[in-house]
């Protein structure tokens, strides 16, 4: 075949790219000459697990770099070909942070829709302004403060507590918060309000008191059992009062509103908790009957307790305590809850400074 179609003089076409098969030229032709399109269906994509993997783009470009197709076999070729094959030039462009994130779920690729219900429901992306910084020497104190071998040492003290290394252990990724941590935090919070004006008057509750007021145990609960803990205290004074909710092996938070006349909950579960804010307003009735010597007003006020998709959930089995502490933090700062699951591992780190040196950032 090469002697009856080239001669000596002429050199052999191995470095052109291959004829086109002259059945599917034809093919072409009369599928143009007819005005028909082809379109293939779209393959559905495969349930492979989402790891990222470096590819060397350069390498899987060359291997068909010296191939030309007709446009009819180009798309066609492409329509059957897996995802990495007919992205793979704008994957050599893309940020590669953006890559890793969407990979991992770490970014939504659709926002979620978002309903004119309330101002705590409202979901949108941060910025890199909304969340403070971990900087090298801050990362560092962390560091050095997780890496005493005395679980005993107290690493920070305050408002009557004291977070020993193994409290500050438990903000460590996978682990779950204590009671110590969740209190000085919670006492953080309440400390940053007052010191600061202009900010909202928040009270917090320690993470005993919803236990105490809820009864078991052989005890009888209600207000009688909680009455010492305002015996200082005059919770009408106060725009918000916080009430971690520890239920089991689970945090959840409750919020009274005195300037709303509401009690809501936030569960980073999905779980409602109705009974618990009725059992709180019911709490405040009592309280108001004795610091006021009047009934409360109980009509004008309401209960809620947030659906799933109306705030901020965790994703894993971990991070309930870290949910409730921003939450508050969040709230107690007139912040919409702009968080999300893959904030948590910096809010952990950012925590820990905090606790350390005392102070919210």
Request: aromatic share 8%.
């Amino acid at each position: 075949m090469v002697t009856e179609r080239y001669n000596k003089s002429q050199p052999l076409p191995f470095n052109q790219a291959k004829p086109q098969d002259s059945s599917l030229s034809q093919v072409d032709q009369k599928m143009v000459a007819s005005g028909k399109t082809f379109k293939l269906a779209p393959r559905m994509p495969s349930a492979a697990p989402t790891v990222f993997t470096w590819r060397n783009a350069s390498t899987s470009k060359d291997r068909r770099s010296g191939l030309t197709f007709s446009k009819s076999l180009s798309e066609s070729f492409e329509a059957t070909e897996p995802v990495r094959c007919t992205k793979l030039k704008q994957t050599t462009d893309l940020d590669l942070s953006t890559e890793v994130a969407t990979r991992l779920n770490l970014v939504d690729r659709e926002p979620p829709v978002v309903g004119p219900s309330d101002t705590q429901s409202v979901h949108t992306r941060l910025t890199d302004e909304d969340i403070p910084r971990l900087n090298k020497e801050m990362a560092a104190e962390v560091s050095g403060a997780l890496a005493q071998s005395d679980p005993n040492l107290v690493l920070s003290a305050a408002f009557k507590l004291r977070i020993t290394q193994r409290d500050l252990a438990t903000l460590q990724e996978g682990c779950w918060l204590n009671d110590e941590v969740m209190n000085f935090y919670l006492s953080l919070v309440m400390d940053r309000c007052s010191g600061e004006p202009g900010r909202l008057k928040v009270y917090t509750f320690s993470t005993f008191f919803f236990p105490k007021l809820c009864g078991g145990g052989g005890q009888t609960g209600g207000h009688s059992a909680v009455k010492r803990w305002t015996k200082a205290v005059d919770l009408f004074l106060f725009d918000l009062i916080l009430v971690p909710l520890h239920l089991g092996v689970h945090w959840a938070l409750a919020v009274i509103d005195l300037r709303t006349k509401s009690v809501k909950s936030y569960d980073s579960m999905g779980q409602r908790h109705h009974d618990i804010c009725s059992l709180l307003l019911h709490y405040l009735k009592e309280e108001h009957k004795v610091k006021k010597g009047r009934e409360l007003e109980s009509t004008k006020w309401t209960v809620r307790s947030y659906k799933a998709s109306e705030i901020p959930q965790q994703k894993n089995g971990s991070d309930c305590g870290v949910f409730a502490c921003k939450y508050a933090d969040y709230i107690a700062k007139g912040r919409s809850l702009t968080f999300k699951q893959c904030h948590m591992p910096l809010f952990r780190k950012l925590m820990m400074w905090e606790i350390l040196n005392q102070k919210l950032l």
